[in-house]
């Protein structure tokens, strides 16, 4: 690692603050970044530690009965405080990395990183979350914006995420074998008003919405519904764990099975 | 430099650290703790694994400043107070859960986290939950077994010695 | 009622106090007063002319002490290979020089390109990132037919990419070609045996000292055999006379043949020590690891298995290219030759072997032994092709290994061996009975009703372990002995320390070898101590690989107690005024035959120390023995496994669902380690089937170059293993009748994996009969969407 110095303010306001000196880099639970640190593929001057801003931490539920979720949450404790409110969501977190790492790990670090293999974007995506900055509100469909990309300015901190409660949903990770990461991945749930279905780790372009299965199973939830539809090999993802015309055909098994597990 | 503080297997140390410099460093090279072991630079392999307030986190994934204040356990505060192997060891040694030693310091330390949140795992929670653990001597076999030992559950029925 | 102590006792592992206690000492754990670090600069492209480094910005940043590059290393040797393979014509394999640093030219990523120590390794990895290299990179050769065919160069002063082309037995040739001419039946198979990275958990690390005082110089590394690193470096690299050079190689974690080889990390750190008269250390990074330690398999074959009308074997043939990477590792050129040609028999009377291997240089990280090394390699194409004809032929794959076994002993082979005793019929009968073959259609029934196809694979294996018969290995090309040694010293009270030659790095020796000491004595097993790993303190012995500790090593040991035990008998017949013919040693009591007069083993020990009533004129003061033990032959593990997996028909993934194992190690000292050293074999082995990939891309870029991409077995990829070793024909030729157990679980078990594979896929009527390792979800996916 380059020389850097850490900062570990314990408000939002002073992260913000600090987060305006040059080269200064947001440090959240580090799963991701520390790794990538060691590898010099990044030279902050300084990191500002989130860990101990306390409100940015934990999960309540708000007067519309949407979870939310502070952004400074770890994956363990949404796996173990989420169970109750949207059980789908707390599985989801519950397979994220390993214990340790999800004991550090947290979702606004994740979902500002936007892996194109991770987890938490499709969860948000798929939920139709509002992603809460220190500066604004954004919504997920406006959030993501290719791979390691997103919307967020330099600075600025996702202080919250606010989940919508589904009537159902499940998540599906069909997993690379080394990393663990999301080969596939998809996040289905039901709400009032339509189906959404989510995708990471399959395509060029991160975490995406397949809008033909959404109609298909908005009109009848059941596996069935995606007889025939399949997404385009195109623009999926092609390495050594998988052709891209596989991950497509996962997406579509993933989705059916996430379908049929959905509560 | 900054100065961190923290409790270490229930001793109280203060140092000075970079910025940069990991837990696991901290440990091992200013502490000269060197049970904790680093085996990979992805935070994949769990050899770094040591309790942060009694929580499992990979050692070689974390700042040294970010344990300040922090309780930290880590694999030289296990035993028993009379130096005797604790239950969690004890069982590795009774069913040869490790041969060279290196990921064990990391299994032990994933274990008590485990068996503190889940007293009777079953063998796929205890493979599950060893997700981020890596062995490649013991091809996990004696150490599911172990781990189930040291839960408490009857483990003659499963195959081998 | 099993036994509590001694041979055939599971005693419980000594070692494991210290591991689980964190009080484990491996080598990044010594830190020396004064040490610095060395931060390697390592090519990042494959093939590369040097044209220039400037290191003098590196050189003025601080804390550096000082920038080595390729230059600094001409003087010295480059890093030796150990065994001299003759080709097919009589020649000798083509031998490049394998510099320390690169000089010249850059042949593979991860090459070291220059050093910089500095007191700190922040500060030296700082100042790397100012050298200025100056290359012109050079198209790289990666893939093992082309590197044959000509083209890109790897080595300019060689003739070709070929490093040998070699024929085994050559002289069978003619009978072997006009046998399979003449077959009722040939089944023929293309296959990859994918190249692998042993991993350790461990790291490799090396710390070098040298003490101007009285110019000795200390390298502690992470090593399984300190005295062969000792006489390669000091004898081949840096001309150091061994008293002068000493070797520790402390708690090792792990190795799997990775850590047998002399790396030019050692030669750096043993030179730059002096060089800048503080110590200096390396720890190898995981990502430095994939791109430095030796890499294993690796290679490319086609084998035809030729039959007659009743199906008995009558010629095998095959061709295959074996990978050597840009420089002959230690070991590299005897893998794919001696440690595999010479086991293309297998376990079955086959009258007529031809082997022809060419082993090529490519751009990519040398390649070297790693667990089993060239018996896999061997097994995988023997087992795969006798289940692919079986499925040609419409017979059952076990009864068609059955039919074809050896049944008599010993047995030589037209592939140069003797097999001296085996029971192949037993560990196939143990085989069917613990992995309950005759069960196999209900659970395959189970699986279907759940969707999913179901399959079973067996296979059988034999290798050639407790290397090696030193006369024989020299014929054969080996520029070293492969006897072992031991030094048993009887301290004063009658407690023992016995040095030994082998080096424990997982396989308990430290409990298992006083177990046979405690046998033969008849003292409890914690008055014995053994000590490895330091070549100022151990007699000259070859190290651990090649299953060879206990059978070749401990053949020593058991040597030098007996010398002991003679000896102590005749102290015993002094003090009990007896001839030592009459003296009988049981339970730590010398006794006279039909008497009941005795004396202890403390008392003769003590005698022997203060020798106040003591035969001074015949024999000496003093309690200590070494032998050094050349084993007559192989031996010759051998046994049957077996697979069943499922195969999910919608994603091609591949789940085990039980593994079994039967092996015939011959006589067992400690059952509880032997199944340990078994369970981790067949980790291994499915991860070579099923998930593990050494990769690299066409500019010889290591695609898979951490955890992140190259797959490493997990806890929740695998199940609890049906292992047993009840069935022991023991070995004919050392003193304890053992064999071997670390490689065979490696070995045995990817055919019966990819077998089973096959066997599921076509039960749910997909026709596929052979697919690549590893069998990843994708590549299953393909070949069912593909047949």
Known sequence: ?263 | MTSVSMTVNGRSVSKEVEGRTLLVDFLRNDMRLTGTHVGCDTSQCGACVVHVDGRAVKACAMFAIEADGAEVGTIEGQANADGSLNVIQQAFQDHHGLQCGFCTPGMVMSTVALLKDNPKPTEAEVRDYLEGNLCRCTGYHNIVKAIMAASGQDVSSIAAE | ?787
């Open chain 1, 1 to 263: 690692m380059y020389a850097f110095e850490i900062e570990r303010p314990s408000t939002i306001a002073d992260a913000v603050a600090a987060l305006q000196a040059e080269d200064a880099q947001a440090l959240s639970g580090g799963q991701t970044l520390i790794p990538t640190l060691k590898a010099r593929l990044a030279m902050p001057s300084a990191l500002i530690s989130l860990s101990g801003i306390g409100e940015m931490q934990g999960l309540c539920m708000s007067d519309d009965g949407a979870l939310c979720i502070g952004g400074g949450t770890t994956h363990a404790t949404v796996a173990s405080e989420a169970a109750a409110h949207y059980p789908a969501l707390a599985a989801m977190a519950s397979h994220i990395g390993d214990p340790a790492v999800r004991n550090r790990g947290t979702i606004g670090g994740s979902l500002a990183n936007n892996d194109p293999s991770a987890c938490y974007p499709a969860g948000a995506l798929g939920s139709g979350a509002t992603i809460i900055t220190n500066a604004r509100e954004i919504a997920a469909d406006d959030f993501f914006d290719g791979m390691f990309t997103t919307v967020l300015d330099e600075g600025e901190l996702i202080t919250e995420v606010r989940l919508p409660i589904p009537q159902a949903a499940n998540y599906q990770k069909f997993v690379q074998p080394a990393s663990r990461f999301a080969l596939v991945g998809v996040f289905v749930a039901k709400y009032a008003d339509g189906v959404r279905v989510a995708v990471t780790g399959a395509s060029e372009e991160g975490v995406f919405r397949w809008s033909e299965a959404e109609a298909a199973l908005s009109a009848d939830f059941s596996a069935s519904a995606l007889d025939g539809l399949s997404v385009p090999a195109d623009g999926m993802i092609a390495d050594l764990h998988g052709s891209a015309a596989y991950r497509a055909h996962l997406v579509g098994v993933m989705t059916g099975r996430a379908v049929a597990a959905a509560s």
């Open chain 3, 1 to 787: 009622m099993p036994k509590d102590s001694g041979i055939g006792a599971s005693s419980k592992r000594r070692e494991d106090v210290r591991f689980l206690t964190g009080a484990g000492n491996y080598t990044d754990d010594i830190n020396i007063y004064g040490q610095t670090y060395v931060h390697f600069l390592r090519a990042d492209v494959a093939h590369a002319t040097i044209n220039a480094i400037d290191t003098s910005a590196a050189a003025a940043m601080p804390g550096v002490l000082q920038v080595f590059t390729g230059a600094d290393f001409e003087p010295v040797g480059g890093i030796p290979c150990g065994w001299q393979v003759t080709d097919r014509h009589g020649e000798p394999m083509q031998e490049p020089k394998h510099p320390v640093i690169a000089h010249g030219k850059i042949r593979h990523v991860g090459e070291i390109v220059a050093a910089v120590v500095a007191e700190s390794l922040a500060e030296a990895r700082d100042a790397a990132e100012e050298i200025e290299l100056n290359l012109t990179e050079l198209s790289a050769v990666v893939d093992m037919k082309d590197a044959a065919a000509g083209g890109t160069k790897v080595h300019d002063d060689l003739t070709s990419n070929v490093c040998y082309d070699w024929g085994f037995v050559e002289e069978n040739k003619g009978a072997v070609d006009e046998a399979i001419k003449n077959a009722a039946h040939v089944t023929t198979l293309e296959l990859v045996n994918n190249r692998l990275v042993a991993n350790p958990m461990e790291p490799r690390v090396a710390v070098g000292e040298y003490s101007r005082a009285d110019d000795m110089h200390t390298l502690h590394t992470t090593s399984q055999n300190p005295h062969v690193i000792r006489l390669l470096m000091g004898a081949f690299v840096l001309s150091i006379p061994e008293h002068k050079l000493r070797v520790v190689a402390p708690d090792v974690g792990g190795g799997f043949g990775t850590k047998i080889f002399h790396y030019a990390e050692e030669a750096f750190c043993t030179f730059a020590a002096k060089a800048v008269n503080r110590p200096v250390k390396w720890t190898s990074t995981r990502s430095e690891a994939f791109m430095s330690d030796a890499h294993g398999r690796d290679h490319v074959t086609k084998i035809e298995l030729a039959l007659d009308a009743d199906n008995n074997f009558t010629a095998l043939r095959t061709e295959t290219y074996a990978n050597m990477g840009a420089y002959l590792s230690t070991f590299a050129s005897s893998v794919p030759t001696w440690l595999h040609g010479t086991l293309m028999a297998g376990n079955y009377k086959t009258p007529n072997i031809y082997v022809n291997v060419k082993a090529v240089f490519t751009n990519t990280v040398p390649v070297d032994a790693y667990r089993g090394a060239g018996r896999p390699e061997a097994t995988f194409q023997i087992e795969r092709v006798i289940d692919m004809a079986a499925r040609e032929l419409g017979v059952d794959p076990i009864a068609l290994r059955r039919q074809n076994f050896v049944t008599e002993f010993p047995y030589a082979t037209p592939v140069a061996v003797e097999y001296d005793i085996g029971d192949y019929e037993a560990t196939m009968a143990k085989l069917e009975e613990i992995a309950d073959i005759g069960g196999f259609a209900a659970r395959r029934a189970e699986s279907e009703a759940r969707g999913k196809m179901r399959g079973l694979g067996v296979n059988c294996y034999i290798e050639a372990c407790g290397i090696a018969p030193s006369n024989l290995v020299g014929q054969l090309g080996a520029r070293a002995g492969l006897y072992d040694a031991a030094t048993v010293r009887v301290n004063a009270t009658g407690s023992i320390s016995v040095m030994v030659g082998a080096h424990s790095h997982g396989q308990g020796h430290e409990t298992s070898f006083p177990q046979v000491i405690s046998e033969m004595i008849g003292i409890p097993e914690d008055q014995i101590d053994i000590v490895h790993g330091d070549t100022s303190k151990i007699p000259f012995g070859m190290g651990t690989y090649g299953s060879r500790s206990l059978a070749v090593c401990g053949s020593a040991m058991v040597r030098a107690a007996e010398k002991v035990i003679d000896k102590a008998k005749k102290i015993a017949a002094h003090l009990l005024e007896a001839s030592d013919a009459d003296i009988e040693l049981k339970d730590g009591q010398f006794s006279v035959a039909g008497t009941d007069k005795s004396v202890a083993w403390g008392d003769v020990t003590l005698a022997a120390y203060v020798p106040h009533n003591y035969p001074l004129e015949d024999i000496e003061p003093g309690l200590e023995e070494t032998a050094f033990y050349d084993p007559a032959n192989f031996t010759y593990p051998a046994g049957a496994y077996a697979c069943e997996v499922e195969v999910d028909p919608e994603t091609g993934k591949v789940t085990i669902e039980r593994f079994a194992a039967a092996d015939d190690f011959g006589n067992v000292i400690n059952p509880m380690i032997v199944s340990g050293q078994v369970h981790g074999g067949i980790a291994q082995g499915i991860g070579q089937a099923l998930m593990e990939n050494c990769s690299y891309d066409e500019n010889g870029q290591l695609i898979s170059g951490s955890y992140m991409d190259y797959t490493m077995p997990r806890a929740d990829d695998l199940p609890f293993y049906d292992v047993d070793h009840s069935c022991q024909t023991p070995c004919t030729h050392n003193p304890l009748g053992v064999k071997g157990c670390g490689e065979a679980g490696a070995i045995g078990s990817p055919p019966s994996v990819v077998n089973a594979v096959i066997d599921a896929l076509q039960s749910g009527g997909k026709d596929v009969t052979h697919i690549d390792m590893p069998l990843t979800p994708t590549r299953v996916w393909d070949a069912m969407n593909n047949a």
